[in-house]
């Protein structure tokens, strides 16, 4: 055999060897995915997306941000079929969408999930799977589920020689600390310090979850919110804002900032977003405690804003968008916290994902056991609109002369009438 002839061999060899390789990597399908991803938080993103797109030979996630006007741009997208990504990110509030069919379902694509895994619907808390839930279909994967915790100043507590607050306490506990941290510290004859504040935030929704009451019932066929434990909780959240004796009022929150305000350690406790970065704020000491209970029920039921994934219906690769759409969710249950997994429901997994959290993580994970979404249905949007115009706006910026009671009573026909 000639070397000539050889030479020819080798390099048809290391042709045929080759092809199959750039054939790959050419067939790859492109599966794009917009998100409300900031410069920062979309190169935290991106660093996922190389990760998945080099692990696999079927598809290839290209990020199309869009951050600023995004859910006008991406209902306009959704209404016009071949003009959108192939997945977007949608908060709860949003996943009500799926109402009008422009999500693909998941059931079919999810039905041979290996338990476990970011597909395993079994493994997501119920109650927050169940906002990507519509007429037995699931449209979206939920990717953080974050549980409104309370952060205290330590050194506004040690100045006034209370205790820090314990995972027992309950809304009485709770105003008695807000009551002895609301100061005049200069003397000067005004208030300069405050044990809470509230602005409309925190949503009344934890208070009355607590004390018994729904904003919706189950099946989605009245809004009891007249009923003795909605009143209860929503009287209770009322007394927490803008009350001289615990929290400031509107035009100091206006004119100092309403986080600003902890942050500047002019209020004593704050109740946030476990991801909040209120736990490490320069020159202040924080801990952190669940939200208080009920003195009766005994519920320290919390409010969770909570976030999915989903797939256009129009996409035109449903199969590679479905693993797409499985591996980037379970990036991201390694990114951001808290993960809505069941699962992951452990100190050690939450401090892996977002290690300056670790202090404050045992309390997180025990404030995540009992979070619970919003009952969202397809015309939640008006549900909503009208639930703040008619009853909780009026009432917190004292817009009206009728109790929690009597306004209920008008507002619950008018809530009902946006219901399925």
């Known amino acids: 055999m ?37 410069v920062d938080e979309a190169a935290e993103l991106q660093g996922l997306l190389d990760e998945i797109n080099s692990n696999n030979d079927e598809y290839e996630i290209v990020h199309q941000p869009i951050p600023a006007d995004y859910y006008t741009t991406v209902k306009t997208q959704l209404a016009a079929p071949g003009t959108g990504a192939d997945m977007y990110w949608m908060d709860q509030n949003n996943m009500a969408l799926a109402s009008e069919g422009v999500f693909m379902s998941l059931n079919d694509c999810l039905a041979e999930a290996e338990p476990g895994t970011a597909g395993d619907l079994n493994d997501y808390y119920p ?24 952060y205290y100043n330590k050194a506004l507590f040690d100045a006034a020689g209370l205790e820090y607050p314990a995972s027992d306490w309950t809304w009485d506990t709770f105003t008695e600390l ?6 005049d510290t200069d003397g000067d004859g005004e208030v300069d310090q405050w044990g809470f504040t509230n602005n409309s935030w925190p949503p009344p929704y934890i208070f009355v979850w607590q004390a018994g009451g729904e904003l919706i019932n189950e099946d989605f066929s009245e809004a009891p919110i007249d009923s003795p434990e909605f009143i209860e909780g929503f009287e209770f959240y009322l007394s927490t804002a803008y009350n001289p004796e615990v929290s400031p ?45 009920h003195p009766v029920t005994g519920s320290h039921t919390t409010f969770a804003w909570n976030a999915s994934t989903v797939i256009n219906a129009n996409t035109e690769h449903p199969e590679e968008a479905c693993k797409a759409l499985v591996a980037l969710t379970d990036a991201i249950h390694h990114w951001k916290i808290v993960s809505p997994r069941i699962s992951q429901a452990t100190v050690e997994h939450l401090v892996a994902s977002e290690p300056r959290k670790e202090a404050s993580a045992e309390v997180i994970i025990e404030a995540a056991q009992d979070m619970r979404a919003l009952p969202i249905f397809g015309n939640y949007a008006e549900f909503d609109s009208v639930f703040w115009s008619e009853f909780w706006g009026p009432l917190i910026n004292d817009e009206t002369d009728l109790s929690v009671q009597e306004l209920a009573e008008e507002v619950r026909f008018d809530l009902e009438d946006t219901l399925p």
């Open 2 to 38: 000639s070397r000539k002839f050889l030479g020819f061999l080798l390099v048809v060899l290391l042709v045929l060897g080759v092809t199959p390789l750039t054939t790959r990597a050419q067939d790859k399908v492109t599966i794009t995915v917009s998100t409300w991803a900031g």
């Open 127 to 150: 109650g927050i799977l169940a906002v990507n839930e519509f007429d037995g279909e699931v449209y979206g994967l939920p990717w953080i589920a974050q549980p409104v915790i309370v």
């Open 178 to 183: 807000a009551t002895a941290l609301t100061l």
């Open 249 to 293: 009022s509107r035009e100091v929150i206006a004119e100092q900032g309403f986080g600003e305000m902890f942050k500047a350690g002019k209020i004593a406790m704050f109740m946030g977003g476990a991801a909040d970065d209120l736990d490490r704020v320069e020159g202040l000491d924080v801990g952190v405690v669940r939200v208080p209970g």
